[in-house]
């Protein structure tokens, strides 16, 4: 069985420039989360999708990152302008009955 | 909401010692726990779960914890590490039911020495 999948693993850019970052599940998982993970600390849930549909993403900085999970599969996850404090490892999990999570191998972004 | 606290960040210990990572957490209501682990290099992966029943719980490669439910702690637990047990592990709750919203806690890193 494929694991997520994430792409690409390592991204630097300039602050005030836009990154995207995309996700694959693990076919037939229908739940999929994206997480922020900053240096020390533990991965913050941004976004979790049921399908197509958003079932929380109380945490993301709606004023600069978005997501969408089009045909709820893929999703890519956007930040427009990156801060500095944005710099951290982006995750991406899915899980097929919202249990168990599946991880990625993640994204780190430097923003410089 | 819920929150996850691991009180141990870094931990060192040789090889054969016995190892035990604390795991709170604050909620009233059910929960389901976790402990996940990342290998240097590799993905986050579940090493084990608590859903219900049996509050001592086994996981892979040796680990087991407990769930005390009055004092709202899920411990891991290794009798005998190894050298190949090094990597951070990070606690997770959700709360049983409905819309199920995972909390980490910190990690903790466990460097095993030879």
């Known amino acids: 069985e494929a694991g997520v999948a994430q792409s690409p693993r390592y991204k630097i850019i300039e602050k005030r420039q836009s990154v995207a970052f995309w996700c694959n599940p693990i076919s037939g998982h229908a739940t999929l989360y994206w997480y922020q993970q900053i240096l020390g600390q533990g991965p913050k849930l941004l976004i979790q999708?049921?399908?197509?549909?958003?079932?929380?993403d109380s945490q993301l900085p709606k004023d600069r990152f978005s997501a969408e999970r089009l045909k709820g599969v893929d999703s890519t996850l956007k930040i427009q302008p990156a801060k500095l404090e944005d710099s951290a490892v982006y995750l991406c999990?899915?899980?097929?009955?919202?249990?168990?999570?599946?991880f990625g191998a993640g994204t780190r972004l430097s923003v410089l | 909401a819920q929150s996850v606290s691991q009180h141990n960040h870094h931990v060192i210990l040789s090889e054969a010692a016995s190892l035990e990572l604390g795991c709170n957490y604050s909620?009233?209501?059910?929960?389901?726990l976790f402990w996940y682990v990342q290998y240097p290099g590799q993905h986050l992966q579940l090493l084990l779960k608590?859903?219900?029943?049996?509050?001592l719980v086994k996981g892979i490669k040796g680990f087991e914890a407990e769930f005390i439910k009055s004092k709202f702690s899920f411990n891991l637990r290794k009798p005998s590490v190894q050298w190949s047990d090094t990597a951070e592990y990070f606690c997770?709750?959700?709360?049983?039911?409905?819309?199920?919203?995972?909390?980490f806690g910190i990690g903790t890193k466990l460097q095993v020495i030879p």
């Open positions: 999990a899915s899980s097929s009955d919202n249990t168990i999570q599946y």
């Open positions: 997770a709750v959700t709360v049983s039911g409905g819309y199920q919203k995972v909390t």
């Open positions: 608590y859903f219900s029943g049996d509050p």
């Open positions: 999708f049921q399908n197509n549909g958003v079932v929380d």
């Open positions: 909620y009233g209501g059910t929960v389901n």
